[in-house]
């Protein structure tokens, strides 16, 4: 599902020719297979995020390669990462990211507005989607008049929305009570085991790592591969 | 994304900046209604400086001048032979002009004329028909009005020229003049022809008249009689002044009429090639065309620096809206817009600001356009105390400035947009979802 191979990044401040090179991952090399959750854990200014921002495309790699569902997404120009995005991945963020102006609705419909689907297609898939996440009631809210729980599940739903094989969440029970963390780990585990979702998780939370089959750390830029825990089921 | 999913989405964005996004089209209405009040003013002179040529000469006619001497019979001959010449209007002048009618008297401006070819040349008559005899005449419009009786010594003195008017309309022929025998009188205009010498007369009759000049302030009291009535009548008016004898094959006026008026550059240069003078109202309008062209572009171009100020207001407003939605357009960017998709919805938003700006702005126009051509010679009349011509306009939009005003005006909205929305496909995803934009 991903493959890394070889992936080093080191941030450049500063101004140009007087910049100051500050490295953050050395040759990285990873591999995800397909159904499978993989937790990357690490301190924080470990590279963890660095490494999921790179696979997600907001930020262009240097060196190394970066294979995700077969395709070579490394070199990709901005308008080929997008549409990529779109249509393989989905994303869960620690802080939500939902769209302030937008009712939950509206929220979780915008991958396929984005897409180009019909409006009744659309209507059909978001009711159901918000109806999974037991989110119905309040499609008509505002992000601003949910509870975290809510907002995190209206992320999960718009990450959902278009079917995509592969999420990559960035501290997702970072800004959720335990009780919501549960519930929405007991989630991920569903979407896993019934849909075949692969997850590559960013966190530094041992109960959400304890969920993934594999846990991979990341110390000072470097990977460093844990206990399998997962075989991978054909 | 579809289309209509971006105007949905410009729609709620627009909504929300509801006092900003309307100051702004407020500033391009005033721009574009300027840019079009402005041109309209030289619109409307240009205008009004076509319909009076144009009300004097037709466009397919051409006068006809010689350098040496008068035109005869000869050169009209040359000038039917040419290629798409459609008739050659000649008129002798009759220097006789008293004309009456029992007690009633006219000095009128009587010419002969080739009534088959004024035929051609498009004479149009009111009623009637074209005379067929000898004795048979066509006369103007206002002949009747002019046929008096004979005005008392001192009728006028001391009224007011309203009262002078009346009364002389009074003294007016008031019935119709069609298939009436006028009396034409033998009698030189010139004071220093023979008075004494017993004056003839001939008996005419009215077959036609013509139609009305489409300038209201004009007074056409001419009439037009046969070749062969003029034949007849000038050996008499020769006993007189002898002078006449010499003149009596010249033409005073000859106009040559084309088939279209496409054709009077290629007839009008023929014509110059053998050896005549020419005046067409194609060469005079295309002198006019030039200058009113520049100056209209000049109009144009300084209502454009307030379409171009009305732009400073759109460039602000959509660099607000990419600065406040950074956010929004980072999240949008994070779950797969593409820089086109957002690019697109913010060029759609300038360009809805200035399609309201430009439609309310050309309404503004033509509504000021019609008070100021429907109050100004109102307000000239009260507070200066005279009257404007009658077909006077200040401001005249017609449909190709509208298109031009649209075009420049959408143009700039979407050149001052330009810059906004390039700059939210910059935006960046990471800082953007950081908060940090």
Known sequence: MISVR?????????????????????HVDLHVAEGEIVAIIGRSGSGKSTLLNLISGYIK???????????????????????????????????????????????????????????????????????????????????????????????????????????????????????????????????????????????????????????????DGYLREGSMLYEVQR | MKFKDK????????????????????????GCAFLIMLASVGFAIHKTAIDDVMSYRLMNEIEIQKENGPLVEKDVKNLEKIKNVKAVSRKKYVPASEMSLGEYTVYAEVNSANIPSERKAGLQLEKGRMPKSKNEVIIGHHFAQELRKEMPENFTEGMSEEEAQKKMKELAYDRDLLNQTLTYHMKVDQPESKTDAEIKTVQVKVVGIKEKPK?????????????????????????MDPELKNNDDSYSSVKVYTSSAEDVKAVSEKIKDKGYLTYSVVSELKELNIYFTLFKAGLIFIGGIAVLIASIGIFNTMTMAVTERSQDIGIMKAIGATPKTIKRIFLLESGYIGLWGVGLGTLLAYLISYGVNFALPIIVEQFMNEKPPEDFILSYIPWSLTAIAVTICMSVTLLSGWRPAAKATTVDVLKALRRDV
């Open chain 1, 6 to 26: 070889d992936l080093s990044y080191a941030f450049k401040i500063g101004k140009k020719e007087k910049e100051n090179v500050i490295p953050v991952l050395h």
């Open chain 1, 61 to 219: 790699s240097q060196t190394g390669d970066i294979v995700i569902n077969g395709k070579q997404v490394s070199k990709l120009s901005e308008s080929k990462w997008a549409e990529f995005r779109l249509e393989h991945l989905g994303f869960i963020f620690q802080s939500f990211q939902l769209i302030p102006s937008m009712t939950a609705y509206e929220n979780v419909e915008l991958p396929l507005v984005l897409k180009g689907v019909s409006e009744k297609d659309r209507k059909d898939q978001t009711l159901r989607m918000l109806k999974r996440v037991g989110l119905d009631q309040y499609q008509s809210h505002y992000p601003g008049e949910l509870s975290g729980g809510q907002q995190q599940r209206v992320s999960i739903a718009r990450a959902l929305i278009l079917n995509p094989p592969l999420i990559l969440a960035d501290e997702p029970t970072g800004s959720l009570d335990s009780e919501n963390e549960r519930e929405l780990l007991n989630f991920i585990k569903e979407l896993n085991e019934k849909d075949g979702i692969t997850f590559l998780i960013i966190t530094h939370d041992h109960e959400v790592a304890s969920i993934a089959h594999r846990k991979v750390e990341i110390r």
């Open chain 2, 7 to 30: 105007h949905r989405f410009v729609k709620s964005n627009m909504k929300r900046n509801k006092t900003r996004v309307w100051m702004t089209i407020l500033a391009s209405t005033m």
């Open chain 2, 215 to 239: 300038k209201e302030w004009m007074i056409d009291s001419s009439v037009l009689i046969t070749d062969d009535l003029r034949d007849e009548i000038m050996p008499l008016l020769s006993e």
